[in-house]
């Protein structure tokens, strides 16, 4: 078909006006014009018109403009076309080794994967040969190595950290310099507008490094994140997991309600707000039998937090009213139904259910007692002041079969539970005439266990048991403390960040048995434990609990007042509360054990 004739244009395109030159249209003006088209120059009309008058130079300036489209060209391709995979941000040399992530790689899936399936081995493995083109699968790395790192605290051997620039140092440091190189990189990309599933677990692992390291506003924020892109990713719908790919199905539903799970145990740590709803199905055991056991220990956990909805998280925040004692007494009832006498799980598995339902337990008291619903004549004994105690025995019962490292990979998590239902006893034991027989096993013995149990793990004797030794001098300061609990002074200055977060040697193997020895650093459970803790085996049905209570319980429920030291009245018999009481005298058949799978 012949070309339509030129004309010349009425507004010269940018080019031809910088040169000077007419400009001369091609066809129907939609084309570059004759001059732009034999100097390979592009037709813009973006120059701002300005009067008519002298002009400067005609010198051509073919080359110029040439060099300064083709730099507008790279730079909108650039802006459009910066995926994951171009990956122009990454990486840190010489930050860690792939020796190193195949620890931490390990390490996840042998100590924490039974309370967090979220992973599977074979796409992790091709997620770390993805690292140096992919920035996304960069950063889940990164990240899952420094939550190793932190949360379990996993000892690498010096040998790690040959042909690294950084230099040899302990896992707590190096997790933390991987935590920052994580959110550095995370930096350098969009990951909101366009997230995926990895985006997800990345953030995740920075809440919970953030968490153990008691950053709790940027472990809020992290955590508040995620759940923010399972939103965007439609994750709360049950259509989304409509797909071909099974095993990614699989891990997404598990990553919904572990962070279903999480956000409602964060909440009432630090009295937050919900975001995820049980809007989707749970797992099934039928999907994976090779993880049956795994599976049925992850689902009896979400069945544990399920009854802690807006309604109750709302109550607890103080954002709702109408809460009655009838649905407390049923919220009661519905934990001490949640889990089986015989858990088929792992021993993880078994630590994080047993200890969250009692803590659990304990925060459904606490807010009944806030609203003055308790009685020292309750026919229920979940609504009777002395409750607590009933909680701490369970507690210590179920703790006494745990090995240390079994409890000690959940981190300082699990310590805050245990710590608070310490407090909460304390505060009944200053309230209550402890008139039970010297050979009788009671609260003080309970409270003994505790606080025994929170000083051997690790992280719990630097931070908590100075905090709760110092709660329970408050509460009942006519009681002597044993001399097993006379911890000798220690100055701020003789111990690190580090050691205030988590102590213990980093000398020893990771691949320790846990039931010989842990890689913390902490007393091998065949060895005598400082304060006596595997001395003092707990059996399953101990003698009654005291049935006497103050009258100060009275006034102080219908006060509808919290219920804490400062309100604690003075008792009648304290007693004293650090008997060296040997576990051993209770004669004990019927000791129930939680598989470990």
């Known amino acids: 078909m012949p070309e339509s004739p030129t004309a010349p244009n009425k507004r010269a395109c940018d080019a031809c006006h910088r040169r000077k030159v007419k400009c001369i249209c091609i066809g129907d003006g939609t ?6 088209t034999s100097a390979g120059l592009a037709r813009t009309y973006n120059t701002v018109p300005q009067k008519k008058g002298p002009k400067g130079s005609r010198a051509k300036v ?8 083709r730099q507008s060209q790279l730079v909108v391709a650039h802006l459009h076309n910066l995926q994951p995979q171009s990956a122009p941000y990454l990486p840190r040399k010489g930050l860690i ?26 796409k992790v493995g091709e997620t770390i040969g993805r690292m140096e083109t992919d920035v996304e699968a960069y950063c889940l790395v990164m990240s899952l190595c420094a939550y190793m790192m932190i ?25 933390q310099l991987l935590l920052q190189e994580t959110v550095r990189v995370r930096k350098c990309y ?34 508040r994140e995620a759940t923010t892109l399972v939103q965007v990713l439609g994750m709360h ?36 707000p919900l975001t995820l ?45 109408g809460c009655t004692t009838q649905y407390l007494a049923q919220l009661q009832q519905q934990l001490s139904d949640a889990l089986p006498v015989y858990l088929n799980s792992t021993e993880s598995q078994a630590v994080d259910l047993r200890c969250s339902q009692q803590w659990l337990r304990t925060m459904v008291w606490q807010l009944s007692i806030s609203h003055g619903f308790l009685s020292s004549a309750a026919a229920d004994n979940a609504m009777s002041f002395k409750f607590p105690i009933e909680v701490a025995r369970d507690l210590v019962t179920s703790t006494g079969h745990f090995s240390q ?23 009944v034991m200053s309230c209550v005439p402890l008139d039970h027989a010297p050979f009788e096993f009671g609260p003080q013995d309970y409270l003994h266990q505790l606080t025994t149990l929170i000083s051997t793990l690790r992280g719990g004797q630097q931070r908590y048991t100075p905090l709760l030794l110092a709660k329970i001098n408050l509460s009942m300061p006519s009681t002597p403390l044993t001399p097993s609990y006379s911890f000798p002074a220690m100055s701020s200055a003789s111990f690190t960040a580090e050691d205030l977060l988590y102590d213990g040697s980093q000398e020893q193997s990771s691949e320790a048995e846990s039931r010989d020895s842990t890689p913390f650093g902490s007393p091998p459970l065949s060895a005598p434990a400082s304060f006596g803790y595997r001395d003092m085996e707990i059996v399953r049905s101990p003698p009654p609990l005291p049935s006497s209570v103050s009258a100060g319980f009275v006034g102080l429920a219908e006060s509808g007042l919290p219920f804490t030291a400062d309100l604690a009245v003075e008792t009648t018999a304290p007693g004293q509360y650090f008997q060296d009481a040997a576990m051993g005298r209770f004669p004990g058949a019927g000791l129930k054990y939680e598989s470990d799978g």
């Open 97 to 122: 080794s792939i020796d190193m992530i195949t620890i931490c790689a390990e390490y996840f899936f042998l100590h924490l994967y039974s309370t967090q399936p979220i992973l599977q081995r074979t």
């Open 405 to 427: 490292q079994a409890m000690e990979v959940h981190g300082i998590g699990l310590i805050e539970k245990l710590f608070d239902v310490a407090c909460t006893l304390t505060d």
């Open 151 to 175: 949360q379990p605290n996993l000892a690498l051997p010096a040998s790690a950290f040959d042909g690294l620039e950084v230099q040899p140092q302990s896992s707590f440091q190096l997790g």
């Open 237 to 272: 719908e049950e259509s989304a997991y409509h797909v071909a790919d099974l095993i990614e199905s699989s891990r997404r539903r598990r990553l919904y309600w572990l962070l279903f799970v999480t956000e409602r145990a964060y909440a009432l740590q630090k009295r937050r």
């Open 62 to 69: 073919i080359s110029e403009l040439r060099e300064k489209q």
């Open 277 to 321: 709803y049980a809007t989707i199905n749970l797992p099934t055991l039928e999907e994976d039998p090779s993880e049956t056991v795994e599976l049925n220990g992850f689902i009896h956990l979400v069945n544990l937090f399920r009854p802690f909805d807006d309604t109750f998280v709302g109550i607890w925040n103080k954002a709702k009213t």
């Open 31 to 36: 084309r570059p014009c004759k001059n732009c």
């Open 190 to 223: 969009d990951y909101v507008e366009n997230p995926t599933i990895w985006t997800v677990i990345t953030s995740f692992f920075i809440f919970g490094s953030n968490f153990c390291l008691d950053r709790h506003n940027t472990a809020w924020f992290h955590l």
